[in-house]
């Protein structure tokens, strides 16, 4: 069983304002992952980490901000959230050269 | 960068009958991963594959990577309802650091 857990499940907030969506993993993984989803669409990679300290852009661009102070924690952050912002949001870890990824729950955003 | 095509891209079958997937790729993959996804919930990874030819099962569910590395298959058998979903193949190529999702597959099961 994965633990991996990403708060809120769903949110609905208004154009223009800040937000930071929560994911954190008690496993030790040293690498964690950000994607983005619309529904029973593919996944697509927006940013990723390989440790404390390091992250990085994925394949799709996103205006949205990531940070790894903690090993187990991976906030992902919007400034000025807009409409087109509105998608599922998936973070995954797994550790090392394992090639086994495990996802959270998601957050589904809805930006009016 | 790598696409991966899922087919077929949705399925209605009746419980019972048995499911076949596959997912294909016009490069060389290392690894494959086949996921399932409810509505709303992440991604749960199913079976993972790491050689050509080789063959894994998880109850129901049998995997196998194929011998040429470009495609997968996922089979389930005596599907029941709660099959329902969408199912993702993932994987990596060998200079890839980050792993490549498939198209998905939507499944449904009527009674």
């Known amino acids: 069983e994965a633990d991996i857990y990403q708060t809120p499940r769903y949110l609905v907030i208004g154009t223009g304002k800040k937000i930071t969506l929560e994911c954190s993993q008690t496993m030790g993984h040293d690498k964690m992952y950000w994607y983005q989803q619309d529904p029973g669409m593919e996944l697509h990679l927006i940013h990723y980490?390989?440790?404390?300290?390091?992250?990085e852009k994925g394949d799709l661009s996103s205006e949205s901000t990531v940070s790894r102070i903690r090993t187990e924690h991976f906030p992902l952050t919007l400034e000025s959230a807009r409409p087109s912002h509105t998608s599922q949001y998936l973070c995954?870890?797994?550790?090392?050269?394992?090639?086994?990824?495990?996802f959270g729950s998601g957050t589904q955003l809805s930006v009016l | 960068g790598q696409q991966l095509n899922q087919s077929p891209q949705s399925m209605f079958i009746q419980e019972g009958e048995d499911v076949s997937m596959n997912c294909t790729s016009s490069?060389?993959?290392?690894?494959w991963l086949w996921y399932k996804q409810d509505p709303g919930e992440g991604p749960v990874l199913l079976i993972a594959l790491y050689k050509a030819g080789e063959l894994t099962s998880n109850g129901r569910l049998t995997a196998q990577f194929g011998i040429t590395r470009k495609d997968s298959f996922l089979n389930i058998s005596a599907s029941i309802p709660s099959d329902v979903g969408i199912y993702f193949c993932?994987?990596?190529?060998?200079?890839?650091?980050?792993?490549?999702f498939g198209t998905g597959t939507r499944l449904q099961v009527t009674l």
């Open positions: 993932a994987g990596r190529t060998g200079t890839a650091s980050k792993l490549t």
């Open positions: 995954a870890s797994r550790q090392g050269a394992n090639e086994k990824l495990f």
């Open positions: 980490s390989y440790g404390v300290n390091s992250t």
């Open positions: 490069s060389i993959f290392n690894t």
